[in-house]
């Protein structure tokens, strides 16, 4: 290759690093087009062969763009392609595809209970093996549009199905909304206790971040095995229904009755007695389990 046309293609290469990411698709071809008469203008022959090389457009896009600078009937300022231009979409050569993937996705809501993706992760790329195999050539990233048209999105399980329920649930839930208001109407405190989630004491790993000088991030223990000499800690809860108020206590015993009392003792003593002095009598709400079991009988 001779020294000039050697740097005629490093120019026009370099005009167009320049200007492509600013074109569409019809742009792109009327400029190359367009350097292509310049260049046969000025130097003869050759101008599509200069272009090819230097902008890696196909011949048969700088042709398409020099028969659009000479055709008469131009093309509307707001379109790319002529009408019914352009790649043909994949449901028009597989009429039936939608639907087989759809009986992959929901199997049962289509009545293939045999479906081989019934039990296993419907992953794109597992959907798009299972098509093949049923004849369709396609890739992955074809399938991901094909879900999105189909109304389909990435979701998480949502927990909804409570299983067995009392017959005389709803009744039970009545009853205690019925005496809640009854006491807040009389201006007696109405609160509901829980224990938390137990954690390890020590310096352990968790989750979130927090700011730090840059390089030094706090340091923790690999393993998460609990300490025996500082156990584990046990938040006990008790939230104040009407003010909205919460208080925690943190035993790092055990998760008893006497555990539980003492830490709604202590919520009385700190700010019960304070919020309702005229008060003498609560009413607590909680589950039956773990320390405030209805069978316990130090609870009770």
Same mark, same amino acid.
């Given at each position: ?11 026009? #290469?370099? $005009? ?6 600013? @074109?569409?698709?019809?742009? %792109?071809?009327?400029?190359?087009? +367009?350097? !292509? ?17 230097? +902008?890696?457009?196909?011949?048969? +896009? ?6 659009? %600078?000479?055709?008469? #009937?131009? %093309? ?6 002529q ?5 043909? $979409? ?5 009429p ?14 289509r *009545?293939?209970?045999?479906? /081989?993706?019934?039990?296993?992760c419907?992953? &794109?790329?597992? @959907?798009?093996d ?8 396609l890739s ?5 549009? @094909? ?32 005496? !809640? #208001? ?7 405190? !109405? ?22 000088? #840059?390089?030094?991030p706090?340091?923790?223990k690999?393993?998460?095995? /609990? ?9 006990? *809860?008790?939230?104040?229904?009407t003010?909205?108020? *919460?208080?925690?206590? &943190? *035993? ?11 830490t ?6 700190k700010?019960? =007695? ?13 589950d039956?389990g ?9 609870? =009770?």
């Open positions: 290759m001779q020294d000039a046309t050697l740097q005629r293609i490093l120019l026009i #290469k370099e $005009k167009f690093d320049s200007i492509s990411l600013y @074109l569409n698709e019809r742009a %792109l071809r009327i400029w190359c087009a +367009t350097e !292509v008469r310049n260049h046969n203008k000025e130097f003869g022959r050759g101008g599509s062969t200069t272009i090819q090389r230097a +902008t890696g457009i196909s011949y048969p +896009t700088i042709r398409a763009g020099l028969r659009e %600078l000479q055709d008469k #009937k131009k %093309l509307d300022a707001i379109k790319i392609r009408s019914g231009g352009g790649r043909k $979409k994949i449901t028009d050569d597989y039936d595809l939608l639907f087989d993937l759809d009986s992959l996705v929901e199997p049962l809501s *009545g293939d209970p045999e479906s /081989p993706l019934r039990w296993t419907k992953s &794109v790329r597992n @959907l798009a299972e098509l093949i195999i049923k004849g369709y050539d992955f990233r074809t399938v991901c549009d @094909l879900l999105a048209e189909l109304d389909y999105s990435l979701q998480s399980n949502k927990k909804t199905k409570e299983g067995m329920s009392h017959p005389d649930r709803n009744d039970q839930f009545n009853f205690i909304n019925k005496e !809640v #208001k009854k006491f807040q109407r009389n201006s007696s405190p !109405v609160i509901s206790v829980d224990t938390k989630k137990k954690e390890n004491i020590g310096e352990y790993k968790n989750s979130g971040k927090e700011y730090c000088p #840059k390089g030094q706090i340091k923790v690999t393993h998460d095995f /609990p300490d025996k000499k500082l156990g584990k800690a046990a938040p006990y *809860g008790v939230y104040d229904v003010k909205n108020i *919460g208080w925690v206590s &943190v *035993g790092i015993s055990h998760d008893t009755a006497e555990f539980a009392v003492n709604i003792r202590t919520w009385w003593r700010i019960g =007695k304070a919020q309702y002095k005229k008060s003498k009598q609560l009413l607590i709400t909680a039956c773990g320390s405030n079991g209805y069978k316990v009988r130090l609870w =009770k």
